[in-house]
């Protein structure tokens, strides 16, 4: 089966002109310049500024190639080869160089608002130890209260065929293309003929979905678990947005308020899906879990910049630049108002290989301020790195600009963390568990839940069913997000 694409889709604002650095200057001058935004000028200056801007800012800046600009037709493919080639084994070291249409953007990171299904897919790759399997994409969650459109459709269930194109055999560039139309559609109101194969219990049925703006629930499930004579915490997490800040501070309310009033024993955060965004809500949810006492005083992650910037000095301003604290407070946008906390000097965390960059802050930045970390699923996706989106001409470009550190001064886990393997600088214990199509997300009885449940009285694994094996630990499936959700991006 041909490799569907994944449309990009990309990020942030800033300012051109003005002091600064000198790719400020050269910023904002576009060959279709927007009205009130930019100033007249042509496609070269769109790919001088990103040069400067790269030679300035880019992690990697000393291993970008010199290549001639000339031939690009536009500054978007020429970001594109603004990156180092060197690889890491078999993986481009820098697999994480996007862009993102600013306005859409700025819809997505501020309100959740994204045109699509109110479905989230997983991709399951093929395994080559087993090639008889073919590439899956699976249901990962719904979006609470989902419309009626999506009646009957559970988690875990398998597209068959979309509009007729055979998702599991397409070989021929018409189907690739019907295929790539109804999982990306490019206007609401579009409808497109999913059939879907139920996991449980196989049988197929045909759905026909309505493209929508679909609001992302940044926290769609919190309750409390009885387990013997405790009360324990389930929180599900799914991106680092904006519109989570409330969502998350209201969560561990609810959670505080458990038990009549005595709160929670443990947390289990499930953050198997999360990608990643604002570093700010990462320490924001640290903070509420570990609570004043272990962080008051203390960085949630320092960033570390190329060799052209020291570490505490703003690289856009030349200002001082403080660490990430970990944030006992909201934004102003949300009142600036006093964080609650669970106060827990251990937590269960619950990964996937999506759990990425701003998810894997919390880990480390945990981990950094002595709260053990224990985790339950498969390893993580491994970026320690982060950008400042910018704007220019309409596009933000997302570019590798620094690598995060917590409290001890640890970010070494570019292969990510991985359950019950304690890496170079890390303590973390748990278990390799699957990902458990069979159970809804928040089900006592799912895999990854109920291993951490029973970690909780016994540090021991569970043994996984040669089903579980296949379908989830070796061919881990990644979800299809955004890419900027899939990040750890600078601002608050």
């Not at 608002?113 to 130890?129: A, R, S």
């Not at 949300?334 to 290989?353: D, H, K, M, Q, Y």
């Not at 985790?375 to 220019?392: L, V």
Request: with cysteine; proline share 7%.
């Amino acid at each position: 089966m041909r490799w569907i694409p994944i449309a990009a889709v990309l990020l942030v604002l800033t300012s051109c002109g003005g002091d600064g650095p000198p790719w400020r200057d050269l910023g904002g001058r576009c060959a279709t310049p927007r009205p009130g935004i930019d100033r007249q000028g042509t496609l070269d200056d769109e790919k001088k500024f990103l040069r400067a801007w790269t030679d300035d800012l880019y992690l990697w800046y000393s291993e970008v190639p010199a290549i001639d600009p000339a031939p690009f037709t536009s500054a978007i493919d020429y970001f594109a080869v603004l990156r180092t080639p060197v690889k890491i084994g078999t993986q481009p070291k820098d697999r994480f160089h996007f862009t993102y249409d600013t306005a859409a953007w700025l819809s997505l990171s501020q309100s959740g608002q994204e045109l699509g299904y109110p479905i989230t897919w997983t991709v399951v790759p093929k395994d080559p130890t087993l090639p008889q399997l073919p590439r899956e994409w699976r249901v990962a969650y719904l979006e609470p209260n989902p419309p009626a459109m999506l009646n009957g459709i559970r988690r875990g269930a398998r597209i068959i065929k979309i509009d007729g194109a055979d998702m599991l055999n397409a070989v021929d560039q018409a189907s690739v293309n019907t295929l790539n139309a109804g999982l990306f559609p490019a206007a609401a109101g579009e409808q497109h003929t999913f059939r879907l194969e139920d996991y449980n219990t196989g049988a197929q049925q045909d759905f026909t979905l309505t493209a929508q703006t679909v609001i992302t629930n940044t926290v769609p499930d919190v309750h409390t678990i009885t387990a013997g004579m405790d009360t324990v915490g389930y929180m599900r997490f799914t991106d680092h947005l904006k519109t989570a800040e409330k969502a998350l501070a209201d969560g561990i309310n609810t959670l505080n308020a458990a038990n009549g009033g005595a709160g929670v024993k443990d947390l289990i955060l499930d953050i198997r899906y999360n990608g990643g965004g604002y570093l700010y809500i990462a320490s924001e949810l640290a903070y509420m879990i570990a609570g004043p006492t272990r962080t008051s005083g203390q960085i949630f992650e320092r960033l570390q910049f190329n060799d052209k910037h020291p570490p505490d000095i703003d690289p856009l301003s030349g200002r001082p630049f403080s660490p990430t604290p970990f944030y006992n407070t909201t934004t102003a946008a949300n009142g600036g108002s006093a964080l609650p906390s669970l106060g827990l000097g251990r937590v269960f965390i619950l990964t996937g290989e999506s759990t990425c960059s701003a998810s894997e802050s919390i880990i480390n930045g945990l981990q950094g301020v002595n709260v053990q970390v224990i985790q339950i699923g498969h390893h993580t996706c491994g970026k320690p790195y982060g950008f400042f989106p910018q704007d220019n001409c309409g596009t933000t470009y997302f570019s590798i600009q620094f690598k995060g550190t917590n409290a001890k001064g640890f970010g070494d886990y570019t292969l990510g963390f991985s359950p019950g393997t304690a890496a170079a600088g890390s303590t973390l214990q748990g278990c390799a568990v699957g990902d458990d199509f069979s159970h809804e997300l928040g089900d006592s009885a799912e895999g990854r839940l109920a291993a951490a449940l029973a970690y909780r009285n016994s540090p021991t694994c569970p043994a996984q069913s040669t089903r579980a094996l296949r379908a989830a630990l070796p061919e881990e499936g990644v979800v299809v997000k955004s890419p900027w959700r899939q990040n750890r991006i600078v601002g608050r």
